[in-house]
């Protein structure tokens, strides 16, 4: 039996099952149905049906928590199993499953918990005949940890099942596994280390080769032997030098070698050659300074409920990722199959996958220590390491997210994982600490929020997180950068050694933690990532509900359609999801590229390019849950401002004034070197230029100021109108585009009464005018019934976040989502406009009172209206018109005599009073007396 061949079987296919709960240690002997593997137990609609409807996340229509049987009957070349001397070595591997146990031929093999990684058992001692019978029991309740979204219903679900690869495997006497690559490429040099089995010597022979893009080299063959330590490990170095290729986003260059033992097949490893480090403030690649360009991934898969475990699937979604520009995946307390390992070593993204972890990690002896729980979570990240280690786009480990506890304590696991496996960076957690930031010496990267209370590293925030972002506060510019965040002109103070209790957000709830004072904050030594960049809200595309054809229903949207139905608006539902989809795109961009224009920033992970399906259902992406596009953004569009060369201006503000002088600065963002000539644009909507010019190109990798631009605007205008800068690299398709609105220079109108007109900012004025049957343009003070204005669109989703604030004691969001505009109306003649926000509107909204029209009829829509969060569906008016009794009411809620010194809101002014004076003003719904007092009666 020396010479035996590596055999596998195949388990997939047909098993009997059962979903009988059995007392500890026994199991069912009468299975009634049977299931198709690999699957789960939702997919394939076992079980009683759910007839729950929730709306903080997808309801599973065949949910299912407890014990699942699997049983199958194999049959073994009998040829492998000798009566004298036993069977070959045997292993029983379930790729990726719950927590299981084992037993062959009634016999107990023993029980596995690895959420990550796949359940391999020796079943060698347990084989003694041809035909062997498995029983499996899965388990989805009680795991060891809480497990993160590997298994939160937000996320992929909490199934039941088996759903990778299933095999039974046989091995010569003679064979290694656990074998690991390690690369030199200083000494273009692979040393593969291994458990060798069966023998403490062997011969080792192995052959291969190198694939980048289209190319294949062959790897010469090499021979050697083995020799294994007291702990049966061995190691040995293959040299390269004659076909080397380093791995990287541009050139994934990947290595296979097959290789045998003592003559025997044995199996084969594959690897690529690279060095991923942090070098000061900045990511390098075999050298080269790079930028991570991330999304965060739930491994969110609708149609199936759990994560796929074929590399053609995960090459799908990892490439539709990279069509937008996206290089980097942060898995948030979750590990995706090796299939996905796989796909990015082919693709070029670089991985970040992290425990199944999402708590506080304290030292022994400290309140909340939980030994047991950390020593899983410790060996679980061994097993990660162990079992996707040689994959080269594995490149970054992550201990959970938003950890709190013993920076002592997260240190030494640090430290045992640096110890072990020196291939990888480490970090100890993302956004650890939170409003209280802190790095330890074994961090080899920093991923965070903020570096002190006011050190915001991002441009949104939840109100319980406040203060808010940029992005939410400041009107829309391309100033923004964070280098004077992470290394501001006052260094930080020294930590006083006292504590406070502070109230936190806690997952998708609060808790109380002890933190240090410290006088100033973080400074960072080591690369800055910026942690779930984004989260503006986006309304629901009702249409989306048909796509949800899996275990995972959307009966959440179902609800909201409903609410909004209820409200008289559903009619407005396209509207709505596309205006708040375009706000949150510009939104976005503003984003990154403040991200972009810090030198001092390593990269950035989005949450997210892709719907986040769960907590409260927040729906951030520009792709739906299934990683379709909107019809929001293009690729190419996102590309603009989200890839590895970026242009970028700089200017105050997108409202610009005839006569004055345009100014801006224009940087390049780049991870390769470039040369050549950038050109510039000013073009009116009508195709005449403005302005144009070019710069001379000479950047290397990082951020370069190429050039500025000055460009006098027209002084004959005689209407507002767009203006697009468009800056582009000389042959290549890297451009970007920034829309501006011109004013001509006007005088602010007097707003008041204008012959036949009245204008007027006092309620009883305006109803003795609509009496009298006057044409009356009402500007509101107060709003009795009202949402205050707000620019920005929501941040995440507002149930959830309502909901910790309110626990917290602290204000809640405002909780809408941008402006839904009647662009066309007569009203807005001399204001052209978009159907959504405009960096024009900002001072206008945050100006205003959004009146709360809920007991208009269901045709009343406001011209200029506020699109309300699904939760909460308020009918919100910020400019509408409406006849009362024989008058005519034009009401604006915005404070236009507040703002009167902007150019923009002087033009809204103007053309309000231009359209109640004519004749188009006669409003086709009706409001009464009563209404008004009750909207505006402060």
């Known amino acids: 039996m020396n010479n035996t061949m590596f055999r596998s079987y195949d388990l997939s296919g047909v098993w009997d099952f059962s979903m009988a709960q059995m007392a500890k240690g026994t199991f069912p002997t009468a299975f009634s149905d049977t299931i198709s593997l690999p699957n789960t137990t939702s997919l394939a609609k076992k079980g009683t049906p759910n007839p729950r409807r929730e709306t903080g996340f997808l309801t599973d229509a065949y949910a299912f928590e407890g014990q699942a049987w699997f049983r199958k009957k194999i049959y073994i070349d009998p040829e492998l199993i000798d009566p004298d001397t036993g069977c070959c070595p045997m292993k029983l591997t379930l790729e990726r499953t719950r927590m299981t146990t084992l037993w062959i031929d009634g016999r107990r093999v023993g029980s596995c918990d690895s959420l990550c990684t796949p359940h391999v058992y020796d079943i060698t001692a347990y084989v003694t005949k041809p035909l062997v019978e498995i029983l499996v029991l899965v388990e989805n309740t009680g795991y060891p940890t809480k497990g993160g979204h590997l298994t939160s219903p937000d996320t992929q679900s909490n199934w039941n099942g088996i759903t990778g690869q299933m095999t039974l495997e046989v091995f010569p006497d003679v064979y290694a596994d656990h074998v690991q690559a390690y690369p030199n490429p200083a000494e273009k040099n692979v040393t593969l280390t291994m458990q060798l089995h069966g023998a403490s010597t062997a011969s080792f022979t192995a052959t291969g080769s190198v694939m980048e893009d289209d190319e294949e080299d062959s790897i010469p063959l090499f021979q050697a032997q083995l020799t294994a330590d007291e702990n049966g490990m061995a190691s040995v170095t293959i040299p390269l030098d004659e076909a080397y290729y380093a791995w990287s986003e541009y050139h994934p260059a990947m290595y296979y070698l097959v290789y045998n033992i003592d003559e025997a097949d044995c199996g084969y490893v594959s690897f690529g050659m690279r060095e991923f480090c942090a070098d000061g403030s900045q990511f390098t690649i075999n050298g080269q300074p790079t930028m991570l360009r991330g999304k965060h991934d739930g491994l969110i898969f609708p149609k199936t409920g759990y994560a796929p475990t074929d590399v053609n699937e995960w090459l799908r979604v990892l490439g539709i990722a990279k069509s937008y520009g996206i290089n980097h995946y942060r898995f948030h307390t979750c590990c995706p199959p090796d299939a996905a390992f796989t796909a990015a070593d082919l693709l070029g993204i670089y991985m970040e996958p992290e425990l199944p972890f999402w708590g506080t990690i304290a030292a022994p002896g400290e309140e909340g220590y939980n030994e047991a729980e950390q020593n899983y979570l410790i060996a679980l990240g061994d097993k990660m390491l162990e079992t996707f280690g040689n994959h080269p786009s594995f490149v970054m480990f992550s201990l959970g997210n938003e950890l709190w506890g013993s920076p002592e304590r997260l240190g030494e696991i640090l430290r045992h994982y640096k110890e072990k496996d020196s291939r990888h960076l480490y970090t100890q957690g993302c956004n650890n600490f939170q409003h209280f930031p802190l790095m330890v010496p ?34 829309p510019s391309t100033m923004h950068q964070y280098d004077d965040v992470i290394f501001p002109r006052q260094t930080a103070g020294e930590d006083s050694g006292d504590t406070e209790e502070i109230e936190i957000q806690y997952g998708t709830g609060v808790k109380k933690v002890q933190v240090s004072k410290t006088a100033g904050g973080l400074i960072p030594t080591k690369p800055v990532i910026t942690h779930e960049i984004g989260q503006y809200e986006v309304y629901p595309d009702f249409r989306e509900i048909e796509k949800y054809t899996g275990p995972l229903k959307a009966r959440n949207f179902e609800a909201f359609r409903e609410r909004l139905a209820a409200r008289g608006m559903l009619h407005q539902a396209n509207r709505f999801f596309r ?18 224009r810090s030198r001092y920033i390593a990269g950035f992970q989005l949450l997210d390019l892709q719907d986040f399906s769960g907590q409260g259902t927040a729906l951030v992406g520009m792709l739906d849950a299934f990683l379709d596009n909107k019809g929001l953004i293009s690729p190419e569009e996102w590309r603009m401002f989200c890839s590895d060369c970026v242009l970028l201006a700089q200017f105050p503000s997108y409202v610009l004034i005839t006569g004055e002088m345009f100014a801006a600065k224009v940087s390049l963002r780049t991870v390769l070197p470039q040369s050549g000539t950038a050109e510039w644009m000013l073009i009116r909507e009508n195709g005449d230029k403005l302005g144009e010019g070019r710069f001379s190109v000479q950047a290397e990798s990082g951020l370069t100021e190429i050039g500025s631009i000055f460009c006098r605007m027209p002084e004959e205008l005689q209407r507002p109108e767009r203006v697009h800068l468009i800056l582009s690299l000389a042959d290549t398709d890297v451009c970007n585009v920034y829309d501006l609105m011109l004013y001509p220079a006007i005088a602010m109108p007097a707003l008041e009464d204008q012959g036949e007109l009245c204008v007027t900012e006092q309620l009883e004025t305006a109803l003795a005018a609509l009496a009298a049957g006057k044409k009356t343009v009402f500007f509101p003070r107060e709003t009795a019934e009202s949402i205050q204005g707000f620019y920005c669109t929501d941040f995440w989703c507002y149930p959830m976040f309502r909901d910790i604030c309110n626990w917290m004691k602290k204000p809640v969001a405002v909780g809408t989502m941008g402006l839904c505009i009647q662009d066309d109306h007569p009203a807005l003649e001399l204001f052209p406009t978009q159907e959504y926000s405009t960096p024009q509107w900002y001072d206008i909204v945050t100006a205003a009172d959004c009146t709360i029209l809920d007991d208009t009829p269901a045709g009343f829509t406001p011209i200029v209206q506020m699109i309300d969060n699904f939760e909460r569906n308020h009918k919100l008016g910020i400019l509408w018109e409406a006849k009362v009794g024989s008058g005519s009411l034009l009401v604006c809620t915005s404070r236009l005599s507040e703002i009167a010194t902007r150019p923009e809101v002087r033009w809204l002014a103007k053309s309000l009073l231009h359209y109640a004076a004519s004749e188009a003003f006669a409003p086709p719904q009706s409001v009464t007396a009563e209404q008004l007092r009750k909207w505006f009666g402060v």
Do not use: N
Not at 451 to 466: I, P, Q, T
Not at 470 to 475: G, L, S, Y
Not at 588 to 594: G, L, S
């Open 442 to 475: 074994e961090d080899d990267y920093f991923v965070g929020v903020r570096l002190s209370k006011e050190r915001l590293l991002r441009g949104s925030f939840g109100m319980c997180d406040a203060p808010l972002g940029h992005v939410q506060t400041d009107r």
């Open 579 to 596: 205006c708040s989809g375009a706000l949150a795109a510009a939104c976005y961009k503003e984003e990154i590229e403040a991200a972009m």
